[in-house]
């Protein structure tokens, strides 16, 4: 497992991105090809920018990315990537979606690596993984356009299959990935939303 880890963090440092948690991004995207030229992708819990960046190079200089984080990030765009636009705000936090409004009409692909700060309890884990990546559901049905995808990190646990549930009604198609690059021991997955049914998703939200 260790040699496993530092061949990503070694991959990481020689492709010049700030972390290995790139490859959980770019492994979904060789294989479902959610993002495009010229989209606007909106990247929750960005920080240290590694997805930002993946999502640039993909998008291109014709596209937009927004990375959005409690810590400050700001990473040079590279020649031919799309602008990248770091910002640092809390996601549950009122002005957050009024900031975006004010500068975009929304996006094409919602992205989120956000974790809870582990406390040793799975169960307790687990659940802040959920209020999060709820959260990320909350903002899309706000800013996420009508058939755009949604790619989030999450903590499985007893509650995963009653979330995956709540996420069916609002995609076409919902897949759970485990990159290869995920540590083994790790019970992160990741859930591709594609197909975004912007309707339903405010519909159920206000029943929440």
Avoid at 83 to 96: K, N
Avoid at 105 to 110: A, E, I, S
């Amino acid at each position: 497992m260790r040699k496993e880890q530092d061949y990503y963090f070694k991959k990481a440092k020689k492709d010049n991105y700030p972390a290995r948690s790139v490859y959980k991004l770019e492994e979904a995207q060789s294989k479902y090809r959610f993002l495009k030229k010229k989209q606007r992708v909106l990247d929750l819990g960005c920080h240290p920018g590694s997805w930002a960046l993946y999502s640039a190079s993909i998008v291109g200089a014709k596209g937009v990315v927004v990375g959005v984080d409690l810590q400050a990030t700001d990473i040079p765009t590279q020649k031919d990537h799309a602008e990248i636009h770091w910002l640092c705000y809390d996601v549950f936090g009122d002005d957050l979606i009024p900031e975006l409004r004010k500068k975009w009409p929304g996006f094409h692909v919602l992205l989120s690596d956000m974790a809870p700060r582990t406390t040793g309890s799975q169960f307790s884990d687990h659940q802040h993984s959920l209020r999060l990546v709820r959260r990320t559901l909350e903002i899309a049905a706000m800013m996420l356009h009508e058939r755009g995808s949604w790619y989030c990190k999450v903590f499985q646990g007893e509650d995963f299959p009653d979330f995956l549930q709540e996420c069916k009604p609002c995609f076409e198609t919902v897949k759970v990935i485990k990159p290869q690059s995920s540590r083994r021991e790790s019970r992160e997955v990741f859930v591709l939303g594609r197909g975004f049914n912007a309707r339903v998703a405010r519909e159920l939200q206000k029943t929440v």
